[in-house]
């Protein structure tokens, strides 16, 4: 009998151990399931982090790419501007000779010939109106030409040549139109004059003082 019951209380324990062994590994793949879980999520969160700073990075290249064009436009267009104010430069200059002047004044002369004749009184005031204009701004391009070649006690020399000659033009228009006086064409002839001594005065200057 005492040996039967040794006998059941070695199965019995054996039976324990091995129910004990059972239940402790069920706890451990229960812990280890939430481990790999977290895991998992804590990836997907270092994924998810990484993405807007991938992008960030990409957009703040673009700008600078941009900028860097920008600034490239920028130099070739102030090269251009540059190349524009040479070309500029280099035509007053070429202008300013005395050949090349007096064929600019020879073709607003010709100008003058064949523009087209006004019929009414009125109408030719106001073409020799404009005629002189146009004349009397080129003696002003010519006089600042000179202003540049000449030295200072020349260009006064001059200047003083032309506030007599102003007063003798305007005397000489004046005497010219009252052969018209009191006429429809009195105005008209004084104006023509004015255009005419202008024009004269022009080639004067050019002829004379530009080198």
């Given amino acids: ?19 004990l062994s059972a239940c402790g590994n069920s706890s451990e793949e229960s812990n280890s ?7 998992a999520q804590e990836e997907d969160i270092e994924t998810t982090e990484k993405e807007p700073d991938g992008s960030q990075e990409i957009e ?14 920028d130099k070739d267009n102030s090269v ?15 202008e300013s000779s005395k050949d090349e ?26 073409q020799e109106e ?35 000659w102003i007063q003798q033009r305007d005397e000489t228009a004046k005497n010219s139109s009252l052969k018209y006086k009191g006429g429809s064409m009195e105005q008209l002839e004084y104006v023509a004059a004015l255009a005419s001594l202008t024009r004269e005065r022009c080639y004067s200057l050019v002829a004379k003082y530009m080198k």
């Fill in 33 to 39: 399931e939430p481990t790999s879980n977290s895991s």
């Fill in 130 to 164: 404009e005629r002189y204009r146009t004349w009397d701004d080129e003696l002003n391009k010519i006089n600042g030409v000179l202003e540049e070649q000449l030295k200072n006690d020349q260009m006064d020399q001059l200047r003083e040549e032309q506030r007599k």
């Fill in 60 to 73: 703040e290249e673009k700008p600078d790419g941009s900028s860097n064009t920008t600034q490239s436009h």
């Fill in 1 to 19: 009998m005492e040996n039967n019951k040794r006998f059941l209380a070695v199965l019995l324990t054996i039976a324990l151990s091995g129910v």
């Fill in 80 to 94: 251009e501007a540059s190349n524009d104010v040479d070309a500029i430069d280099k035509n007053e200059s070429h």
């Fill in 101 to 126: 002047y007096l064929k600019k004044l020879n073709k607003m002369e010709e100008a003058d010939r064949n523009s087209e004749a006004k019929t009414t009184t009125a109408e030719m005031v106001e």
